[in-house]
């Protein structure tokens, strides 16, 4: 399939991410890479993983920013993924930490409040994603960076 256009493929990589927020967040500890499950939620445009502040990826992030997140694709029986790599970021900022928890669906269920002491929100700014479409063989870049 012929290359698609950077704005085409950046609309069509934000549909997948809207309908699907399980992705799988690797981040490094150690020199030892870590992946794992996380819902990926947006809030104004931005990307956000809420989580448990004990949890290692919240010390992973604090001592190495740079991360990346892949999205498993499947449709009508075929996989693809998107990868995003960028930077995270602990996010200290009361209210925007209480705005993005409206955001998270299972937000109510493990936290006392945006300000419980064990809710850490951490944003994700990423500049470039791979894209394999479902079916296809060959991924497609495109950059994500905001200016």
């Known amino acids: 399939m012929a290359r698609t256009n950077e704005s085409a493929l950046q609309q069509e990589i934000m549909a997948w991410i809207k309908q699907n ?3 799988y967040l690797a981040s490094s500890g150690k ?3 870590k992946v794992r499950p996380v819902v990926m939620f947006m809030h104004e445009e931005r990307y956000y993983i809420a989580t448990f502040s004990g949890d290692s ?5 604090a001592n190495n920013k740079f991360v990346e997140v892949c999205v498993p694709l499947l449709e009508d029986g075929h996989t693809g993924y998107i990868r995003f790599g960028g930077i995270a970021k602990i996010v200290t900022n009361a209210a925007l930490k209480a705005e993005a928890s409206e955001c998270c669906f299972f ?8 300000d419980d002491p064990d809710y850490t929100l951490i944003e994700l700014d990423f ?4 894209y394999l479409r479902p079916a296809e063989r060959y991924y497609q870049t495109c950059n994500l960076k905001r200016y």
């Open 21 to 23: 927020q399980y992705v």
């Open 127 to 130: 500049d470039s994603a791979e």
């Open 107 to 114: 937000f109510d269920e493990y936290f006392n409040g945006y």
């Open 57 to 61: 990826k919240v010390n992973q992030i």
């Open 31 to 33: 020199n030892k890479p």
